[in-house]
C-alpha cells in the first residue's frame, strides 16, 4: 500500500524541526554506517491512529538576507508541491503573518494540494486566542494553533492532516502485482537520459492507478509483454534541477520516489565515480529494505581495460560499504549498451524481495551451518539456535530464537546470513533479521 507523504513547509524559526519532532518522535535509534541519512532528520516514517505516513521537513537552509528568504521559500513550497500528499504550512503566532507567510500561501493555493495552517508557539491558548484570527488572511482554511515545543494541538493538526489520505480500502484494492522500480541518483548521472531510452525503446502506456496523488505521474513501461511501473518518472523527465542541485532536496525526492519501489536503480556517472553523496542517497534505499541496483552510466566515456570493471565495483563496494549484497550493471544511455539488460536484473532482484524459504528447509541450513563453524561462546556459555523462520519478504525477514542474544555476535551473523544467500540467493536485497530469546 502507498503510504501517503506529508511535509511541512514554513519561513525560518517558525519551528519546523521541532513540529516534525513532536510528530516523529525523538529518533530511538541512531543507525550507524549509513552516512548522513540518520543524523539530519530530513524524514521520518511515522504513525498516528494505525495509519502510516512519511513526514518530510522541507526546510534546512536559513538565509540571511530577504531575497534569498523568498527564493528559499519558493523552492520549499515547490518540492512539497511536487512531493507531498499533504502539506503542513507552519506560521508563528509570535509574528503574525508575515510578507513571506503571504508568498507561501498564494503559491501553495495556486498548486491545488491539501494544506493544512498550523500556527506555532501558542502555548497558551487563553492567551494567544485572538492573534489566531489574523491566520485566516492566508485564505489556506482554518488556522490550527499548536506548540510544538510542548506539544499541544498536535493531535488535531494531524486528525486535518488525516482527512486528506486516501481511503485506506480504496488503495488496498489497487495493490497491484506489476514491478515497480524507482531511478534515484545525484543530479546529472544520467537518470533522464536511462529513462528516456527505455520509453524510446519499449511501449509506454499511460498509468491508470491513481492511489495517491503522486501515482498519477508513474510512467508504465512494457516490455517482453511485462508491465513495469517507473515511479516518479515524470518528476525526472520534467528536470526540476533546482531542487536535485540542493542536496536536502535530492535526499527528499528519493525518499518520495523509494517509498513504494520494490526495485531502486541507484545511478552512478562512471565518468565521475562514487561520492559520499552517493552514498548518502543509496542510505535511503537501504533503509527502507529495497532491492538495489548499482547502474554505473556513461560507461561509454571510460577508458577501458579488462580489469576496470571489477576495480570500479570494488570502489563502489567500499564507499557502499552497508550495502554489499547491491547488483551491478554498467551502462551506457547514450550508446544503449546493456540497456535492455536492466529488466533481466529488474526482474531478478524483485524475485529476491519477494522470496519465501520454508522453515523446514531454512533450519536445514542453519544446522549444517552451526555444524561447519561453531557458535561462538562466553564464559562456558554457547549461543544455541533453537530455531528459524523466514516472516516476511519485502525485504526477506528472518527471526532466530536462541538461548542468548548477548551471545549472536555481528560476525556470526552476518556467517549465517551469508550461509543463506549461499543456498537460495536473494542477490540484491537486504535480508533483516531479529534475534529473539527463548530459554
Ligand atoms: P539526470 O540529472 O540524472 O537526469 O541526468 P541527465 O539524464 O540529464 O544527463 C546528464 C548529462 O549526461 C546529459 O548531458 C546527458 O546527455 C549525459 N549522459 C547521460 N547518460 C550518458 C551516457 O551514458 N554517456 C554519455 N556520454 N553521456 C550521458
Known sequence: M??????????????????????????????????????????????????????IDTGGIEPESRDKLLVSMREQAEIAIETADVIIFLTDVRTGVTDADDRVADMLRRAKKPVVLAVNKVDSFTKFQNDIYEFY??????????SAASRLGIGDLLEAVEAYFPQVEESEAEEDERPKVALIGKPNVGKSSIIN???????????????????????????????????????????SKIHEDIERYSIIRTVTAVERADVVLLVIDASEGVTEQDAKIAGVAHEKGKGILVVVNKW????????????FTDKIKNTLSFMSYAEFLFVSA??????????????????SQTLR???????????????LKQPPSDKGHRLKIFYASQVAVKPPTFVFFVNSKELMHFSYQRYLENRIR????????????????RQ
Open 2 to 55: 502507498s503510504k501517503p507523504i506529508v511535509a511541512i513547509v514554513g519561513r525560518p524559526n517558525t519551528g519546523k524541526s521541532s513540529l516534525f519532532n513532536a510528530i516523529a518522535g525523538e529518533p530511538i535509534s541512531i543507525v550507524k554506517d549509513i552516512p548522513g541519512v540518520t543524523r539530519d532528520r530530513i524524514y521520518a516514517d511515522c504513525t498516528w491512529l494505525n495509519r502510516d505516513f512519511t513526514l
Open 137 to 146: 488572511n492566508l485564505a489556506c482554511g482554518d488556522p490550527i494553533p499548536v
Open 197 to 239: 531510452r527505455l520509453l524510446g525503446e519499449n511501449r509506454v502506456i499511460v498509468s491508470d492507478i491513481a492511489g495517491t496523488t503522486r501515482d498519477a505521474i508513474d510512467t508504465v513501461v512494457v516490455h517482453d509483454g511485462q508491465e513495469y511501473v517507473f515511479i516518479d518518472t515524470a518528476g525526472i523527465r520534467r528536470k
Open 300 to 311: 561509454d566515456l571510460v577508458e577501458k581495460t579488462d580489469k576496470t570493471m571489477k576495480e
Open 334 to 351: 547514450e550508446t544503449g549498451q546493456r540497456m535492455n539488460k536492466l529488466f533481466e536484473m529488474i526482474d531478478m532482484i524483485r524475485s
Open 357 to 371: 524459504i520454508r522453515t523446514g528447509v531454512l533450519n536445514e541450513i542453519i544446522t549444517e551451518a552451526t555444524v
Open 422 to 437: 549461499e543456498a537460495f540467493g536473494f542477490r540484491g536485497t537486504m535480508l533483516r533479521f531479529f534475534i529473539r530469546e
